[in-house]
């Protein structure tokens, strides 16, 4: 093999991107829509369904479709010759072991060969850029314009939008294989996303899953402990040294704020309103300040760690704005604000009033 395994697979995407840049609809004189007709009004709900159900699929996938559609990426939609080997993989997990090894040139003959990927062999994960039905939104989206619309867009678009029949798609053009993702066998959900309580929210055929709650994937042992069952080094696991804010706000959720406090041996120092200010136990004694705050866009309860000289909820507020050198003044200072966790500064004040203006 001429080149090494990165380079062939870092090219192979490279081909795959340039010729999406050339799916837009186009360009020609088209007369502008101002608004829908009633009928094409109409057919929004049924189409919405419609490409939801394509993007939740759980059938398993069809290996003639998946080879017809692959022949037409490769031939059609990235001017390559047609993949001498199409393998048809359980899950995102085993297919990128089938692509570092097809990358060492060390793929089992055997499409059912059990893949085995050394160490060495491990190559850093590059997106494939053709999603299949994990694109259902954006296909759904730009086919509503083509198919009810009229919008005209190039012959490549159409080979691009059959993918909605498989999953993502791995392309190796230079090495004439092609290796597709089977799709899901459980996919459980909420009006947040991914969501399950009781087990995986995806699982795939061969068992490799994620765990989910409210569109936020979280560690295993969060779904399957239960909440009397999250004792002081669950927590200090899951909550203390947990960095991502999202999956610590699902296990405040989960266990409960009575929980965590009685758990955690947490003491209240300050009030503001809905903040408050917590020292919890981080371990060994050790007592951490904490502020504790309700999102007034969703409701949620949000508990994030602040610097461990913070007193008071005022100065964590202003320790997490960034704003902890500015001049504070309630009568002369700049109005700023906060959007949930997101705060808005006024660019290039440094008079700033003592607390954000929350905005819902």
């Not at 993007?55 to 990426?73: F, M």
């Not at 371990?283 to 504790?292: D, I, Q, V, W, Y």
Request: charged residues 30%; hydrophobic residues 40%; aromatic residues 8%.
């Amino acid at each position: 093999m001429s080149e090494s395994p990165e380079k062939n697979i870092v090219q192979s995407v490279n081909s795959v991107k340039k010729a999406s840049n050339k799916v837009a609809p186009v360009k020609e004189e088209v007369k502008k829509i101002d608004k829908l007709t009633p009928e094409q009004e109409a057919m929004l709900p049924k189409w919405r369904d419609e490409w939801i159900a394509k993007g939740l699929r759980t059938t398993p996938i069809n290996p003639d479709e998946a080879r017809k559609i692959c022949v037409n990426i490769f031939t059609q939609f990235i001017d390559k010759p047609a993949p001498k080997r199409l393998l048809i993989k359980e899950s995102p997990y085993s297919c990128w072991d089938a692509v570092c090894l097809a990358a060492h040139n060390c793929l089992p003959a055997d499409d059912k060969a059990p893949l085995v990927v050394k160490p060495e062999q491990k190559l850093s994960f590059v997106w494939p850029y053709i999603d299949g039905h994990w694109s259902a939104s954006y296909i759904g989206h730009y086919e509503f314009f083509r198919q009810v619309l009229g919008l005209k867009f190039p012959e490549k678009w159409q080979y691009f939008a059959d993918t909605i029949n498989i999953g993502p798609m791995f392309i190796l053009a230079d090495l004439d294989t092609c290796i597709v993702c089977d799709f899901p066998r459980i996919i459980k959900k909420n009006e947040r996303g991914l969501h399950s309580q009781t087990g995986p929210a995806v699982k795939f055929a061969d068992g490799w899953s994620l765990w989910a709650l409210n569109g936020v994937i979280v560690p295993k042992d969060v779904i399957e402990t239960k909440p009397e069952d999250m004792n002081s080094e669950f927590l200090q696991k899951y909550f203390i040294a947990e960095r991502n804010v999202e999956v610590r706000r699902e296990v405040v959720r989960k266990a409960g704020m009575t929980r965590l406090c009685s758990v955690l041996k947490t003491q209240m120092i300050d009030k503001d309103g809905d903040y408050e200010l917590l020292l919890i136990d981080i371990g060994e004694g050790n007592m951490r300040p904490f502020l504790k705050m309700k999102n007034p866009s969703t409701g949620d309860t949000h508990v994030e760690d602040v610097a461990p000289d913070i007193k008071t909820v005022k100065d964590a507020n202003i320790w997490r704005a960034g704003i902890e050198k500015k001049t504070l003044d309630d009568k002369k200072g700049k109005e700023w604000f906060q959007q949930g966790d997101v705060i808005l500064l006024p660019e290039g004040e440094e008079i700033l009033k003592p607390k954000p203006t929350v905005l819902t």
